[in-house]
């Protein structure tokens, strides 16, 4: 199924409806994904990006009932990671003189993972590829999402090419942004930046700059997954703008490990008290053994604070608090506030834990946290209400 995009240019790409996990076991997907590639047919013929290597035979027939492959001049590899070059091989097996446009990183990444000498053409930002009456421009977007990524821009029919940026793991046959559902397509390219792009965020808002200070006019963003922007595409330039700038809304996320329910009950007491402090912020809770971690991460990118628990095992943390702990210092989430809570039997270490992570992850902590001997009772429920009342002030 291939779908017209704009003139002369169509997506030829995949739509992965069963993908649950990306990256690995690393990202859940729960809508599936698409991996975007386009077909540009004007007097020159130019393909950009191809697909995941397990599709790599169906795209690459896909593309031959499209256009006679010896037809495509040149090869655009925005990014070299696998969901976006992995049908590159099988495809150049058919073209092996088809010159590949990338960064000089892509060449890296290229050669790296299939060994193949293909004719790489190395380009940088600026750099400029007629195809007739109209030119693909490129932009270098290194770390959005790696070192070698790109965009290109299509002249005349000012469509901008993002590979990863702007995308969502969606999979939709409708594949534009005015077809589907608003409120998942904005969750899932929310969850997306959460968990993708968070590190990179002061790389995000300065490319994002870059590019506005093109004044190139910009009719349609055609991203690598997901779906097309092509009703107000500002609106996710805007939206990664807000997003890159230490965003958060009023919302408190709670989220906590437990082994015999001790420290669910101090969440729920402590989210009580906050509540009762203050009526206007959300406060959401997490079980975070049983939730999915990256809806988890998600929250967090929208909160203005978290408070964490987990109980002393083995004078440490739970396994999935340890997981997530470590999954927050690599994020690197920037202005948000945090504090730690636990209930313990004997030696009591995982609120000092926890608060050293949550430090070297880039959390302002707001104080030593509450720590809870045995399962709390009556006076503990009231210490953990009091106590989420003192944090509604200070997160
Ligand atoms: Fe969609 Fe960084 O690959």
Not at 178 to 202: C, R
Not at 320 to 326: C, E, K, N, Q, R
Request: net charge negative; proline share 3%; with cysteine.
């Amino acid at each position: 199924m291939n779908i017209p995009v704009k003139n002369n240019v169509c997506w030829v790409g995949k739509i992965d409806w069963d993908l649950r996990k990306f990256h690995g076991n690393e990202l859940s997907t729960h809508r599936g994904s698409t991996y975007n590639s386009y077909l540009i047919r004007e007097e020159k013929v130019a393909l950009i990006d191809t697909v995941w290597g397990p599709f790599a035979k169906e795209f690459v027939k896909n593309l031959s009932s499209e256009i006679d492959l010896k037809k495509i001049d040149y090869v655009i590899a925005n990014h070299g990671e696998t969901d976006h070059s992995g049908a590159l091989p099988e495809l150049m097996r058919l073209i092996p003189d088809a010159p590949v446009y990338c960064t000089a990183n892509g060449v890296k990444s290229l050669k790296g993972q299939y060994h193949e000498d293909w004719d790489f053409k190395v380009v940088k930002t600026g750099d400029r590829l007629n195809l007739g009456n109209k030119e693909l421009v490129f932009i270098e977007a290194p770390m959005l999402h790696w070192p070698d990524s790109m965009f290109c821009y299509l002249t005349g029919d000012n469509i901008l090419f993002s590979n990863d940026a702007f995308g969502e793991h969606l999979a939709s046959e409708f594949m534009f942004n005015d077809l589907v559902d608003q409120s998942e397509l904005m969750f899932e390219a929310l969850k997306y930046y959460a968990n993708i792009l968070t590190p990179f965020s002061a790389l995000v808002e300065k490319k994002i700059k870059d590019v506005l200070a093109l004044n190139l006019p910009v009719d349609m963003i055609c991203t690598s997954h997901g779906v097309i922007w092509r009703k107000n595409p500002k609106q996710i330039i805007e939206t990664y703008l807000k997003w890159a700038n230490k965003y958060k809304e009023n919302q408190i996320t709670i989220m906590y490990d437990t082994m015999w329910s001790g420290t669910r009950v101090m969440a729920e007491w402590i989210a009580k008290g906050i509540t009762q402090a203050d009526k206007s912020v959300t406060v959401k809770i997490f079980n975070i053994g049983t939730s999915d971690k990256n809806d988890v991460i998600t929250e967090v990118f929208k909160s203005k604070g978290i408070i964490f628990g987990s109980p002393t095992i083995n004078k440490g943390v739970l396994t999935a608090a340890a997981s997530m702990l470590d999954e927050l210092r690599g994020l690197g989430f920037k202005d948000k506030k945090a504090a730690a809570f636990g209930c313990y039997g004997w030696s009591g270490e995982s609120v000092q834990i926890i608060n050293d992570h949550l430090k070297a992850a880039g959390f302002s902590v707001v104080d030593d946290g509450l720590k809870l001997l045995w399962n709390p009772d009556d006076a503990g429920r009231k210490t953990c209400f009091e106590y989420g009342k003192s944090l509604a002030g200070k997160l």
